[in-house]
């Protein structure tokens, strides 16, 4: 069996993109905290490359930003190349089935159509 489950903030914009297949895909990085702290008392974090594919990769475009909180649910990919170099590399990755926008309420006020001019739908409505 190959599940996970991640809950964390974007360490910066995702990146969203088209493949030559026509496929939206979505990848942005999300720090997790650590269950434990170091000697110091600092909680520490993971830094997960996340990969969202479809429908989903495009709200996740469209409705996360850097430090957006976010539950991930998903399966782990590693999978390796070789460099110019000839040097084995390898790439650790989770393969999002489910993203849960824990900040959803916030960025989509701001990114409705009418937000840009300051108003909102119901603000139009004379009754």
Same mark, same amino acid.
């Given at each position: 069996?190959?599940?996970?489950?991640?809950?964390?903030?974007?360490?910066?914009?995702?990146?969203v993109r088209?493949?030559?297949?026509?496929?939206?895909?979505?990848?942005?990085?999300?720090?997790?905290?650590?269950?434990?702290?170091?000697?110091?008392?600092?909680?520490? /974090?993971?830094?997960?490359?996340?990969?969202?594919?479809? &429908?989903? $990769? %495009?709200?996740?475009?469209?409705?996360?930003?850097? @430090?957006?909180?976010?539950?991930?649910?998903?399966?782990?990919?590693?999978?390796?190349?070789?460099?110019?170099?000839?040097?084995?590399?390898?790439?650790?990755?989770?393969? /999002?089935?489910?993203?849960?926008?824990?900040?959803?309420? &916030?960025? $989509? %006020?701001?990114?409705?159509?009418?937000?840009?001019? @300051?108003?909102?739908?119901?603000?139009?409505?004379p009754f």
């Amino acid at each position: 069996m190959n599940t996970i489950a991640l809950c964390g903030r974007l360490t910066k914009e995702p990146e969203v993109r088209i493949t030559p297949s026509e496929k939206t895909v979505c990848t942005f990085t999300l720090a997790v905290d650590r269950p434990f702290t170091d000697k110091n008392g600092k909680r520490e /974090a993971d830094f997960i490359n996340i990969v969202v594919w479809g &429908k989903m $990769a %495009e709200s996740s475009g469209n409705y996360l930003d850097k @430090g957006s909180k976010c539950i991930i649910e998903g399966r782990l990919q590693i999978r390796n190349y070789v460099a110019k170099d000839g040097q084995k590399k390898y790439i650790t990755e989770v393969i /999002a089935s489910h993203v849960e926008f824990l900040d959803r309420a &916030k960025k $989509a %006020e701001e990114k409705t159509p009418m937000s840009k001019f @300051g108003k909102t739908f119901s603000e139009d409505i004379p009754f």
